[in-house]
């Protein structure tokens, strides 16, 4: 069973930059697509980003161009480098193992505010 824990969110002002790390445990890390998701209070759970076993990254509209989805295979971890955020990035990160789709980590909480 994998285990995934999300680690370097924090309280940032607009405009400014956070990278968060999941490291990921039990899983065939480097065959997985991986995928960041958020959770603000009171919404449901989107997709942020996707990177397949190959690289290949999607993002959601609205961090396009803002975010970076990475992965190092050896670490068996996956970042999301987050520039530029905004007030509407507030929410708890989690990451996920398409491998193992109902799998969540604690997850780490980032709130852009001044």
Do not use: H
């Amino acid at each position: 069973q994998v285990q995934l824990v999300e680690s370097g969110g924090g309280l940032v002002q607009p405009g400014g930059s956070l990278r968060l790390s999941c490291a990921a445990s039990g899983s065939i890390f480097s065959i997985t697509t991986m995928g960041w998701y958020r959770q603000a209070p009171g919404k449901q759970r989107l997709m942020v980003a996707t990177i397949s076993s190959n690289g290949a990254t999607n993002y959601a509209d609205s961090v396009e161009g803002r975010f970076t989805i990475s992965r190092d295979n050896a670490k068996i971890t996956v970042y999301l480098q987050m520039n530029s955020l905004k007030p509407e990035d507030t929410a708890v990160y989690y990451c996920r193992d398409f491998l193992y789709p109902d799998t969540w980590g604690q997850g780490t909480q980032v709130t852009v505010s001044s």
